[in-house]
């Protein structure tokens, strides 16, 4: 006579905790929030690594075995914050360039306030910067309200670190310097610029700045700039 078959039970010890599914053990608390956090880290170092870097690498950096970074290579893979290029080192994925374009709005909104008044108070055309694939991109842009000409500087604007001074605030930045930068024509010919990183916010690299079809008085400016630079902060913080 057949019989039924019987669903398979699992066991556990008596305090040991289970997964949602009821099969095996869960991770504690305490491993995942180590977890997480290793795995954080791993992709800040993997993107303070310009040429990638290696499981051997990161694990050495990390201080765990290469075991437990294939584990976390493996998850992270998955959501597309790594990938492997040609030679088998890790790269940032392209899961990150979603996040962070996510964000984005968030940080424009955060700024717009503080934009608005330097606008206003230097009857430049203010901007905040954000690094993004090596470059500088404009986030957010405004206008001043009471200037018969002004230069307009489009939103999603890309330009190199090394030209125009709100690229050159944010390297500025990297070095520890709150700036200003000035520059003269560098974007555009007859253009002056005065700029500021923003700095104190975690995994930001961004820069306030004026531009202007005239020469700015840096010294005057320049602390209104690095005011509103401050002020972001504090939002954005």
Same mark, same amino acid.
């Given at each position: 006579?057949?019989?039924?078959?019987?669903?398979? !039970?699992?066991?556990? !010890?008596?305090?040991?905790?289970?997964?949602?599914?009821?099969?095996?053990?869960?991770?504690?608390?305490?491993e995942t929030?180590?977890? *997480?956090?290793?795995?954080?880290?791993?992709?800040?170092?993997?993107?303070?690594?310009?040429?990638?870097?290696?499981?051997?690498?990161?694990?050495?950096?990390?201080?765990?075995?290469?075991?437990?970074? #294939?584990? @976390?290579?493996?998850?992270?893979?998955?959501?597309?914050? @790594?990938?492997?290029?040609?030679?088998?080192? +890790?790269? +940032?994925?392209?899961?990150?360039?979603?996040?962070?374009? !996510?964000?984005?709005? &968030?940080?424009?909104?955060?700024a717009l306030?503080?934009?608005? !008044? +330097?606008? %206003?108070?230097?009857?430049?055309?203010?901007? *905040?910067?954000v690094v993004?694939?090596?470059?500088?991109?404009?986030?957010?842009?405004?206008?001043?309200?009471?200037?018969?000409?002004?230069?307009? #500087?489009?939103?999603?604007?890309?330009?190199? &670190?090394?030209?125009?001074?709100?690229?050159?605030?944010? &390297?500025?930045?990297?070095?520890?310097?709150?700036?200003?930068?000035?520059?003269?024509?560098?974007?555009?010919?007859?253009? #002056?610029?005065?700029?500021?990183?923003?700095?104190?916010?975690?995994?930001?690299?961004?820069?306030?700045?004026?531009?202007?079809?005239?020469? +700015?008085?840096?010294? %005057?400016?320049?602390?209104?700039?690095?005011?509103?630079?401050?002020?972001?902060?504090?939002?954005?913080?």
């Amino acid at each position: 006579m057949d019989t039924a078959a019987q669903p398979e !039970r699992t066991t556990s !010890r008596p305090g040991t905790p289970t997964n949602r599914s009821g099969v095996g053990p869960a991770a504690r608390p305490g491993e995942t929030a180590q977890t *997480l956090d290793r795995g954080l880290r791993l992709l800040h170092l993997v993107a303070d690594a310009p040429d990638g870097l290696t499981v051997t690498e990161a694990a050495h950096r990390l201080g765990i075995g290469r075991a437990a970074v #294939y584990r @976390l290579v493996g998850a992270l893979t998955g959501h597309g914050m @790594l990938r492997r290029d040609g030679r088998g080192r +890790l790269r +940032l994925g392209a899961g990150l360039l979603h996040l962070a374009r !996510r964000a984005q709005p &968030l940080l424009a909104e955060g700024a717009l306030p503080a934009l608005r !008044r +330097l606008a %206003e108070q230097t009857g430049a055309t203010a901007h *905040l910067t954000v690094v993004e694939g090596g470059e500088g991109v404009a986030l957010a842009v405004v206008e001043p309200s009471w200037t018969s000409f002004h230069v307009a #500087y489009r939103t999603g604007a890309r330009h190199p &670190l090394e030209r125009g001074a709100a690229g050159q605030a944010i &390297l500025a930045g990297r070095a520890g310097s709150p700036g200003p930068v000035s520059t003269a024509g560098e974007l555009q010919a007859g253009a #002056y610029g005065v700029a500021a990183p923003v700095l104190g916010v975690p995994g930001l690299e961004a820069s306030v700045g004026v531009v202007a079809l005239a020469p +700015l008085d840096v010294g %005057e400016v320049g602390g209104q700039v690095r005011a509103a630079a401050a002020a972001i902060a504090a939002a954005l913080a």
